[in-house]
C-alpha cells in the first residue's frame, strides 16, 4: 500500500499549484480522499476531502482558492491550490479513508512541501 505525494515547490504569493497524490496497493475508488496540512508542532489540519462519489468540502479559508479532485482510472486525488498565501506555507499530505463494519482504514502520504514566499 502506498500513497505518494508530488506537485510542491516554491511559488509566489498568488501563484498556483497543482498537488498529486498517486495510490497503489488497495482500491482507491472504493476509499474518501482528504488532503491535510500540518505546521511543526501543530496538529495536522483538514484542508478538503472528496468522497468515493465525488462530494467535496473544504476548511473555510482555502473555499474558493483551493480545488480537490479524483481521477479513479488513474487511482489518484489531486488539490489545485489557486492564489496562494504565505500562510498556506506548510507540508501538505494526502490520506484515503475507508470505514469498514469493524474498523476504520486510514493511508498516509510522506507529504510534500509548499512554500509561499516572494
Known amino acids: 500500500v502506498q500513497l505518494v505525494e508530488s506537485g510542491g515547490g516554491l511559488v509566489q504569493p498568488g501563484g498556483s499549484l497543482r498537488l498529486s497524490c498517486a495510490a497503489s496497493?488497495?482500491?482507491?475508488?472504493?476509499?474518501?480522499a482528504s488532503w491535510y496540512r500540518q505546521d511543526p508542532g501543530k496538529q495536522r489540519e483538514l484542508v478538503a476531502r472528496?468522497?468515493?462519489?465525488?462530494?467535496?468540502d473544504y476548511l473555510d479559508t482555502v473555499k474558493g482558492r483551493f480545488t480537490i479532485s479524483r481521477d479513479n482510472a488513474e487511482n489518484s486525488a489531486y488539490l489545485q491550490l489557486n492564489g496562494l498565501k504565505p500562510e498556506d506555507t506548510t507540508v501538505y499530505y494526502c490520506?484515503?479513508?475507508?470505514?469498514?463494519?469493524?474498523?476504520?482504514?486510514?493511508?498516509w502520504g510522506q507529504g510534500t512541501l509548499v512554500t509561499v514566499s516572494s
Open positions: 496497493g488497495f482500491t482507491f475508488s472504493t476509499y474518501a
Open positions: 490520506k484515503a479513508a475507508k470505514v469498514f463494519p469493524e474498523r476504520r482504514v486510514n493511508y
Open positions: 472528496i468522497t468515493r462519489d465525488g462530494t467535496t
